[in-house]
């Protein structure tokens, strides 16, 4: 019998999806350069839906992976971002692919190179593309996944992908969890949805990634604030996000940030946090989007923040240096104040929270407005309440704001985020004041609060900085009492100084 679907690359990612597949009842064909992976997928099958036989039958040659599959041959690759993609395509194209099989590229791939592709393989076959969040764990029992490309592709790899996707309870909208290999979950609404045009799909996950960086800063500001600031211990930490995961906080990043902190290190006995090296990697979705932000001129300073706070931890061995050399500020929080902080810290957290995601569902309207793209925001935030690794109970206060209305410039127009954040200013603004005396950086915190202020003011000095430009480079400034687009001049470095109309 022919299978299903073919996986392209077993690492824990392609494995786990290989697996989700089966588990929905598919037959999968299984493809890795390293023949161990091939077996290692192949028996981890049999062994855990042992009554289904062969359902997952692992290939070492590309053209018998070809041939065993139904036609149209639907394959999805599970290959590093990069050349290995078009390694992999120009490998299918030499195996004898055909012109209507389906190529999907599930890796964080950059969406102008997925684009790029859509075109390079066109009379090859249909590339298309699927970018899936939630780690390993996701893969296997349920990720968030966000295909675009060819609508026809779509509908034709549908079915296998609301089954493998996460699952939001309609009623609740709560995620329904699925942890057991072989189990299914019936009904609830899967976390996936078309996102529009070649490209789409990798943008949205980029942008995914970007507030994934700063949803995670965040919360690693608030735990520097704790311990360096109130002097509070890993243990004790925990328990603080344990509860604020029960509020307006809860989300997988909070409930793992509390495990983390509750773990000790096997070696020393110690809090494992405190002995993990203080220098962040990074794969380069985060900072695409802060480029991306940076070309469109979205303000997305607290995602852009994310990823300068990364560079700043590698830099260790000067900061080291510098730690003996820069003077601080004396002083300490008082311990009295502590549950203050503590309650204002929950607080700034959730404001700061919210303008990252205003940020990055801004920067996704104005891309999608450039490439022509129509954006579902509803949608988007609806396929990211469970599966993938920034889901919250948050994301449906998102949903609910698009679906009343669609066409929001910035999500801190809707009613429920300005109310909230209003009501929650005076406590942000404790926290970074806070953190400034007592010299703690929060560089997260302090710029979503920055790009609060900043859009809280409807006049911003950007009238001296036009000023200035016109000074020294004749750039020209418009007028508040006159229509928009009309240029003027002072000429500066005349004694008379005449405004001049520019036409
Ligand atoms: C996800 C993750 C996943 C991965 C990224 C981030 O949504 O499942 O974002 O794609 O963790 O590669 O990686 P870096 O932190 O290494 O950039």
Request: net charge negative; with cysteine; glycine share 8%.
């Amino acid at each position: 019998q022919s299978a299903d679907i073919g996986v392209i690359g077993l690492g824990v990612m392609g494995k786990n999806l290989a697996l989700n597949i089966v588990d929905n009842g598919y037959r999968v064909a299984a493809f890795d350069l390293d023949a161990a992976k091939v077996l290692a997928a192949e028996q981890q099958a049999l062994t855990e839906v042992p009554q289904r036989g062969l359902v997952l039958k692992g290939f070492d040659a590309m053209p018998e992976l070809l041939q065993s599959l139904s036609k149209p041959r639907v394959l999805l690759l599970s290959v590093p971002a990069g050349k290995p993609v078009d390694g992999v395509c120009q490998a299918l194209i030499a195996a004898g692919i055909e012109r209507d099989d389906i190529v999907i590229d599930t890796g964080n791939s950059l969406w102008t190179d997925t684009i790029a592709r859509e075109q390079q393989y066109k009379d090859k076959f249909i590339f298309f593309s699927s970018a899936v969040s939630g780690g390993e764990v996701g893969a296997r029992f349920g990720p968030s996944l966000m295909p675009s490309g060819d609508k026809a592709a779509w509908e034709q790899i549908a079915p296998i992908w609301q089954a493998i996707a996460a699952k939001v309870d309609s009623t609740t909208g709560q995620p329904m969890e699925r942890s057991q290999p072989g189990q299914i979950i019936k009904g609830g609404e899967p976390c996936t949805a078309y996102i529009g045009p070649s490209g789409a799909g990798h943008y949205v996950k980029m942008v995914h990634n970007g507030i994934e960086y700063a949803d995670m800063q965040l919360i690693c500001e608030a735990y520097q604030l704790l311990h360096h600031g109130l002097g509070m211990t890993a243990a004790e930490i925990a328990s603080v996000f344990e509860q604020w995961n029960q509020g307006k906080l809860n989300s997988y990043l909070i409930d793992i940030s509390a495990e983390v902190l509750k773990q000790q290190d096997p070696l020393t006995g110690k809090p494992l946090v405190e002995m993990i090296l203080d220098k962040a990697g990074q794969k380069g979705t985060g900072l695409w989007t802060a480029v991306s932000s940076l070309q469109i001129g979205c303000p997305a300073p607290t995602i852009a923040e994310a990823v300068y706070a990364r560079a700043m931890s590698t830099q260790k061995a000067l900061r080291q240096q510098l730690s003996q050399q820069l003077a601080g500020p004396k002083t300490h929080v008082d311990i009295d104040q502590r549950q203050s902080l503590i309650d204002a810290l929950e607080a700034a957290l959730y404001c700061a929270k919210v303008c990252a995601y205003a940020q990055g569902f801004q920067l996704m309207a104005m891309n999608a407005k450039e490439q022509g793209w129509q954006l579902d925001f509803a949608a988007i935030a609806r396929i990211w309440r469970a599966g993938c690794i920034i889901r919250a109970g948050f994301l449906q206060t998102i949903t609910d704001a698009y679906v009343a209305a669609p066409q929001l410039d910035n999500l801190l127009q809707a009613e429920s985020f300005a109310g909230a954040l209003s009501a929650l200013q005076s406590k942000w603004r404790q926290v970074v004041a806070s953190a400034v005396l007592n010299g703690v950086a929060v560089p997260c915190i302090s710029s979503a609060l920055a790009y609060y202020d900043s859009f809280r003011c409807a006049t911003l000095p950007a009238n001296l900085l036009q000023a200035q430009r016109d000074f020294f480079g004749s750039h020209t400034f418009e007028r508040t009492d006159k229509p928009a687009g009309e240029k003027y001049h002072l000429n500066w470095s005349q004694s008379d100084r005449t405004l001049v109309k520019i036409d």
